[in-house]
């Protein structure tokens, strides 16, 4: 029978130290839990890295110090009205990071992938052709990177943004508006990822 009073201090100092090592259990095992790869959104957005080649005919990794700060991509032909709403508008903005367009092609039959890569090259300038990225290989990895939904349009445009550690600061998918645009400035980005200046759109 314990004959301890109620209010023992030799009592309360035992059940203090329990319940500190049970708090310092508890405080570790969740620390390894958000510090595992499984629960680590850091790791999954650093492992980024896609290809893409130029109109000018340059390879590109994206994310990457010679990619732009803003991908406005389109999958398919029929994206590339949007896609090119959308370059307009950002080319127009005073304070806009760098921009490229990315045209993902990868479904068309290898046959007209060079005649419209061709095509389109031939209606841009030199200049404004390291600024519109061709993608033909590995288009599932762009589609994960856009989020394609089910509910999304063949013909919608993806805008993406990256910051300077090369992880996604934003993403939008739908038409321009003023509202999406100040949302893509306005977003948490810091320091650009690429300082390349991006040539305005004039078709």
């Known amino acids: 029978m314990d004959r301890s009073p109620p209010d023992d201090p030799s009592v309360a100092r035992l059940a203090t130290g329990a319940q500190c090592r049970r708090?310092?259990?508890?405080?570790?095992?969740?620390?390894?839990?958000?510090?595992?790869?499984?629960?680590?959104?850091a790791q999954e957005e650093v492992a980024i890295s896609l290809r893409a080649t130029s109109l000018s005919g340059v390879?590109?990794?994206?994310?990457?110090?010679e990619s732009a700060a803003v991908l406005v991509v389109g999958f398919g032909r029929?994206?590339?009205?949007?896609?090119?709403?959308?370059?307009?508008?950002?080319?127009g903005l005073d304070t806009a990071p760098s921009v490229a367009s990315v045209l993902v092609i990868d479904d068309m039959p290898r046959?007209?992938?060079?005649?419209?890569?061709?095509?389109?090259?031939?209606?841009?300038?030199?200049?404004?052709?390291?600024t519109i990225y061709v993608v033909t290989e590995d288009g599932d990895a762009w589609r994960d990177l856009a989020q394609i939904d089910e509910s999304d349009g063949a013909d919608e445009a993806h805008v993406i943004r990256f910051d300077g550690k090369g992880q996604i600061c934003f993403r939008?998918?739908?038409?321009?508006?003023?509202?999406?645009?100040?949302?893509?400035?306005?977003?948490d980005c810091g320091q650009a990822l690429a300082s390349g200046h991006s040539e305005p759109l004039t078709d």
Not at 172 to 187: E, F, R, Y
């Open 59 to 65: 390879e590109v990794t994206i994310p990457g110090p």
């Open 78 to 91: 029929s994206a590339g009205p949007r896609v090119r709403l959308w370059r307009r508008h950002i080319d």
């Open 111 to 130: 046959i007209f992938r060079g005649s419209l890569t061709r095509r389109i090259r031939g209606e841009v300038s030199k200049e404004r052709q390291n």
């Open 172 to 187: 939008h998918a739908g038409p321009v508006t003023d509202t999406a645009a100040s949302d893509l400035l306005a977003a």
């Open 23 to 41: 708090f310092a259990k508890a405080r570790l095992v969740a620390m390894i839990v958000l510090l595992s790869p499984v629960f680590s959104i």
